[in-house]
């Protein structure tokens, strides 16, 4: 009797769909590619052909140029060999999908990154029942409970507004992360403009030509000193220290981060406002869709899988890690 699941081969560079002789994220070009969103831990250049939504190859063409791109709507159902693959949205980032598998009468849901909650950046989570569900576990341990990202909007507006002879820069991931803190202003009524770093214009370029709104924006650099007293100006976390941000007005350096929850990490990077904001699901989120999807077997790819692996077994649900290389690079 065939074990369930066993036509796909998950390695450390990928997961492997044998009967369809393609790769979902594989680390390494391959001659058919699945990739479930942008971001570069799991979208990288070199594939002889890849197959995502039409957002996430826009992304990879900003990023790696030119790409052998066939794009897939949410929805739109595609046969390569005997396997049907359907997109449906992951909730992470725009463009960002859970990638469907049927095969043999079997129902395998690679998810890719996901979230539960609201972003007004991207289509919400879309639950599917599966047999097997593939699950990241990036924030996989209970310490891990997201506050409500309002809150945390709040907490920045506040700061700027008891502060109007400073600047706050917010370090934020230039995929994703960026385009939600800016959209998260926007719907708490934040009108304001927001200066960007460099670094970060062209994907806040993409997203507005994919129908989000920002806002308006303008670049930091060039602009005078008092110009960004009492401003917003968002950049990549690795120049909040660095020389760049010396001619800020006195900033006060926040980083919108789910890691935020760890003290150390704050401190580690010197932030003065820790902002609790991830584009990945938390403990309670995870369990959760789990629950929901009921799936008769669990395949943890990346993160505090452990913890995620102990949760289901002691529901009775089977689970095993599956120790993935070379994610979690970028955007948590």
Known sequence: MAKLGDWIDP?????YVKPAEAWIDP?????????THGHADHARGGHDAVWATPETLAI????????????????????????????????HV??????????????????GDYKRRAD??????????????????TFGLPVFRHPETGDEIDKLTAALHANPDRCVLVGAYALGKAQRVIAELRARGFDDPIYLHG????????????????????????????????R?????????????????????????S?????????VQRNVELPLILSDHADWDELTDTLTEIAPKEVWVTHGREEALVHWCMTRQIKARALALIGYEDEDD
């Open 27 to 35: 680390s390494r070009p391959s001659p058919k590619a699945l990739v």
């Open 94 to 111: 725009l463009g960002s999908a859970q990638i469907v598998l049927g095969y043999r009468g079997e129902t395998i849901v690679v998810s």
């Open 199 to 230: 670094a970060l214009q062209r994907l806040c370029d993409l997203y507005v030509e994919h129908g989000v709104d920002l806002g308006e924006l303008r670049p930091a650099t060039g602009a005078a000193k008092a110009e960004l007293k009492g």
């Open 258 to 266: 789910g890691w935020m929850r760890v003290r150390q990490r704050a």
């Open 120 to 137: 007004p950046t991207c289509a919400p989570f879309e639950p599917v029942a599966c047999d097997v569900f593939v699950t990241e576990a």
């Open 11 to 15: 390695q450390p560079h990928g997961i």
């Open 232 to 256: 917003i100006v968002i950049a990549p976390p690795g120049a909040l220290n660095d020389r760049w941000s010396r001619r800020l007005p006195d900033p006060i350096t926040a980083m919108a």
């Open 60 to 91: 990879m063409e900003t990023r790696y140029g030119p790409q052998p791109g066939h794009p897939v709507a949410y929805g739109e159902t595609m046969m390569m060999g005997d396997v049907a693959i359907r997109f449906v949205p992951a909730g």
